[in-house]
């Protein structure tokens, strides 16, 4: 059944792309807008074609950086929020650097990440493991921090060590917040490793939209951002789908 | 007989004094406690499951400090209201309590699917909670309380969120459970007519902050007891004497 939904997800999204493309074909016909300006998404879908299998290649190498990314910026965020969730002199301590992190433009910081990690993999993931750090630090501490006080009580009258309230309790709390972290953070984790490929890289999506824009190369500009795109839709389609299935117990999920 | 709860000169409080020089011994008995909205009743409570420290006098349960008897998992809890975890099923929900706090042995001999089935919730022990009625989880919120058998079991308004009928049902089913096995209960309520159907002895604790004990009331109805003692005159007697004291 969330295969299906998120087929019609799918489907649903599609079809709005379609849509706008039609209306922007039948306008820059009509008004002949030079291709310079904005290319007919006709010409855009021609050019896709042709080049196919780079613009898949360079998705390939945006999409696992921004993976990695992803996973290391999300899994410091929620081993960093379980220990100020846990301990208010560390939450008083961290969330000011968290919150200095947040408040650095990546625009600032992504050329000095690739003067200090080269021109390879690893400044990218840093920028994209940056960008999704926040909003998963805030959702997981939020999470934890929303176990009903009740239930708490509840389970400390047992004799349940802090380990067995945060696993049982805690942990699973979260999992709403956790979820809606994710969300965030993975489109965050794409545009990350596109601007980490911007500043200096020999790959990826970042690298097309840069050398495309030099040479106001603007179908092939607009095929890269379109597979961006694409793969983003896909990514949440497939958060979206294990979050119907992990939450299946949770009233919103029930919803919808 | 054994003195299961004991609290002497009790004093307590968050920022403020909440309860003063509680005296209260509970035994082998249902103790009802009774008293205005934000009298003090949970924070009762809480200093019983050693929730809260005292700040002056001592609370032993079952001879040893509340946090020992929670090590050793004697303590039942039931809240009102309880969220139970909405992402267990019912059956699941009962057997937590045996899944943490591993390494203190409890003498439950009635395992959870008995308990959920004394409770009438067979039909739904794969439910998850949202699907079931508010009575329905207060059933739940029982059969995970009691799967432990504990010695002590302390109540903080279990049915007050409830419907009055379902209210009806469920006092029977815990007059039934502990004419059953004789515990030590003490269960909070501002509901008199409930407290003197359901105890052994009501006690009223009030006054202006902070709040002490104002009076006892022994319920000497006969046991096993309906609701169709409420008819009776002398339910009514005790009634009136529980309110005077609080009023």
Request: proline share 5%; glycine share 8%.
């Amino acid at each position: 059944m969330t295969i299906r939904r998120t087929l019609v997800d799918l489907a649903v999204a599609l079809l709005a792309i379609v849509g706008i493309a039609i209306v922007l074909e039948i306008w820059s016909r009509a008004f002949r807008v030079p291709s310079y300006l904005l290319p007919a998404p006709s010409a855009v879908a021609a050019r896709m074609a042709t080049d196919a299998g780079l613009l898949a290649r360079e998705g390939g190498v945006t999409l696992s950086e921004a993976a990695a990314g992803f996973v290391l910026g999300t899994g410091v965020a929620f081993a960093l929020a379980t220990i100020m969730a846990w301990s208010r002199p560390f939450e008083r301590t961290l969330f000011p650097l968290a919150i200095l992190v947040k408040l650095t433009p990546i625009v600032a910081v992504a050329p000095l990440f690739t003067l200090w990690f080269g021109f390879g993999t690893a400044p990218k993931v840093a920028i994209a493991a940056l960008i999704t750090f926040f909003p998963m630090l805030v959702n997981s501490f939020v999470g934890l921090r929303s176990a009903d006080l009740q239930e708490v009580a509840f389970l400390e009258t047992l004799g349940a060590s802090g380990r067995e309230i945060f696993r049982h309790l805690r942990v699973p709390s979260a999992l709403p917040y956790l979820f809606s972290g994710a969300r965030i953070s993975l489109n965050l984790a794409l545009i990350g490793a596109v601007i980490g490929e911007w500043t200096g890289a020999d790959r990826g999506l970042g690298r097309v939209i840069f050398v495309a824009n030099a040479n106001l190369d603007l179908t092939i500009l607009f095929g890269a951002v379109l597979v961006l795109a694409a793969i983003g839709i896909a990514a949440n389609a497939v958060v979206g789908a294990a979050e119907r299935r992990v939450l299946h117990w949770h009233p919103i999920a029930v919803a919808t | 007989m054994s003195v299961a709860i004991a609290l002497h000169r009790v004093s307590a409080g968050y920022s403020g004094p909440v309860l003063r020089d509680i005296d209260l011994e509970v035994a082998n008995e249902v103790v009802a406690v009774v008293g205005r909205s934000g009298s003090g009743k949970t924070t009762l409570l809480r200093l019983i499951a050693g929730l809260l420290e005292p700040t002056s006098g001592t609370v032993d349960l079952l001879g040893v400090p509340p946090a020992i008897a929670r090590r050793r998992k004697r303590i039942g809890f039931v809240a009102q209201d309880a969220r139970l975890h909405p992402w267990r099923t019912v059956r699941q929900n009962v057997t937590l309590p045996l899944e943490v706090n591993r390494s203190a042995r409890t003498n439950g001999h009635v395992s959870p699917d008995e308990w959920v089935a004394r409770m009438g919730l067979s039909e739904s022990i794969d439910a998850y909670p949202h699907q079931l009625s508010g009575g329905m989880r207060q059933r739940v919120a029982l059969a995970r309380s009691l799967v432990i058998d504990p010695e002590v079991l302390l109540m903080d308004e279990p049915l007050a969120s409830l419907d009055e009928l379902t209210r009806e049902d469920l006092r029977d089913e815990l007059l039934r459970l502990w004419e059953g096995r004789p515990r030590s209960v003490v269960y909070v309520t501002h509901d008199i007519e409930e407290a003197v159907l359901l105890a052994d002895r009501v006690v009223v604790i009030g006054g202006h902050r902070p709040a002490r004990v104002r009076g006892e009331v022994a319920i000497s109805l006969p046991r096993p007891r309906t609701k169709a003692l409420r008819r009776e005159p002398r339910f009514h007697d005790l009634v009136e004497e529980v309110r005077s004291l609080l009023a």
